[in-house]
T-cell receptor, first 116, second 118 residues
Framework: AQKITQTQPGMFVQEKEAVTLDCTYD???????LFWYKQPSSGEMIFLIYQGSYDEQNATEGRYSLNFQKARKSANLVISASQLGDSAMYFC?????????????FGQGTELSVKP | DVKVTQSSRYLVKRTGEKVFLECVQD?????MFWYRQDPGLGLRLIYFSYDVKMKEKGDIPEGYSVSREKKERFSLILESASTNQTSMYLC?????????????????FGQGTRLTVV
């Protein structure tokens, strides 16, 4: 069965510094997708970035990049130049292959606090 | 813009009551999900539907059932609410099926329903 693990319950980072949020996954499938979501205190879930299992290059979206290491089954989120508004919960998620239904499962989350 | 709407933001129910949580999406998405979110446990999948009248159990289906009679609506039912079902419930939808192959098919979430069972 697929599994997503986020081992950092909480992280602190100084404003303007970079931070890496860890995510490892477990799957025997070759085709899958990896996602990161942000959940501020308001509770909404905001999509940040996506990496397909066959994508050869690491995904980037503005200040967000995904450090995808397929052999190690890790998909860490890197936030560059942290801002106070980045303080939130961050969730890593994995989509199983579509021919198996395309179920989406999440990790436990990491709470990021950005210090001024 | 994709919109996923959950019928209530806050709900208080009594133990033993039958509870319905409704979710409606307006983008003709095939896939719909119900999660519960608890501190330290992240989002745990309760049920998943990949098409009308099709459903699949997630990781924690016990005590819950679902209904998907129309494509846009996915209902979560607590047959007999218990205090351990006090939680935040999140509904999500996403493009599915063959049309989604190879696509970045992010899931779109509702605003959540905070359910308290007393």
């Amino acid at each position: 069965a697929q599994k997503i693990t986020q081992t950092q319950p909480g992280m602190f980072v100084q404003e303007k510094e970079a931070v890496t949020l860890d995510c490892t996954y477990d799957t025997s499938d070759q085709s899958y997708g990896l996602f990161w979501y942000k959940q501020p205190s308001s509770g909404e879930m905001i999509f940040l970035i996506y990496q397909g299992s066959y994508d050869e290059q690491n995904a980037t979206e503005g200040r967000y990049s995904l450090n995808f290491q397929k052999a190690r089954k890790s998909a860490n989120l890197v936030i560059s130049a942290s801002q106070l508004g980045d303080s939130a919960m961050y969730f890593c998620a994995m989509r199983e292959p579509y021919n198996q239904g395309g179920k989406l499962i999440f990790g436990q989350g990491t709470e990021l606090s950005v210090k001024p | 813009d994709v919109k996923v709407t959950q019928s209530s933001r806050y709900l208080v129910k009594r133990t033993g009551e039958k509870v319905f949580l409704e979710c409606v999406q307006d983008m003709d998405h095939e896939n719909m999900f119900w999660y519960r979110q608890d501190p330290g446990l992240g989002l745990r999948l309760i049920y998943f539907s990949y098409d009308v009248k099709m459903k699949e159990k997630g990781d924690i289906p016990e005590g819950y059932s679902v209904s998907r009679e129309k494509k846009e609506r996915f209902s979560l039912i607590l047959e007999s609410a218990s205090t351990n079902q006090t939680s935040m419930y999140l509904c999500a939808s996403r493009i599915g099926g063959q049309g989604a192959l190879g696509m970045n098919t992010e899931a779109f979430f509702g605003q959540g329903t905070r359910l308290t069972v007393v």
